[in-house]
Nanobody, 122 residues
């Protein structure tokens, strides 16, 4: 499975961005798609995930209400809509795929995209 994340950029605080993650290859093995982020000097942090087939979503508490993940199975693409962005949301955002339940633990994800950088200015 190959994952290609895109959609990052520079946005002012309060603004919005939508990230995309296109999957290719043996996508039938994917069960959960996740989003993580890593800010400079910090550990990688779970953002949200979505079950590929059923569409159930799960969010980190700090992202609830501002971030929404969705998927388009026909396009093999997962999205992360980010609203009301804050400077502390500045990070490299990664998409990942898990063959199992995934959850919030990065070690449970088997495939990773290259990351897309999001910068939120104050």
């Amino acid at each position: 499975v190959q994952l290609q994340a895109s959609g990052g950029g520079l946005v002012q605080a309060g603004g919005s961005l939508r990230l995309s993650c296109a999957a290719s290859g043996r996508t039938s093995s994917m069960y959960v798609m996740g989003w993580f982020r890593q800010a400079p000097g910090k550990e990688r942090e779970f953002v949200a995930n979505i079950r590929w087939s059923a569409g159930n979503t799960y969010y980190a508490d700090s992202m609830k209400g501002r971030f929404t993940t969705s998927r388009d199975n026909a396009k093999n693409t997962v999205y992360l809509q980010m609203n009301s962005l804050k400077p502390e949301d500045t990070a490299v955002y990664y998409c990942a795929a898990s063959r199992s339940l995934g959850g919030s633990n990065a070690s449970r994800y088997n495939y990773w995209g290259q990351g897309t950088e999001v910068t939120v200015s104050s």
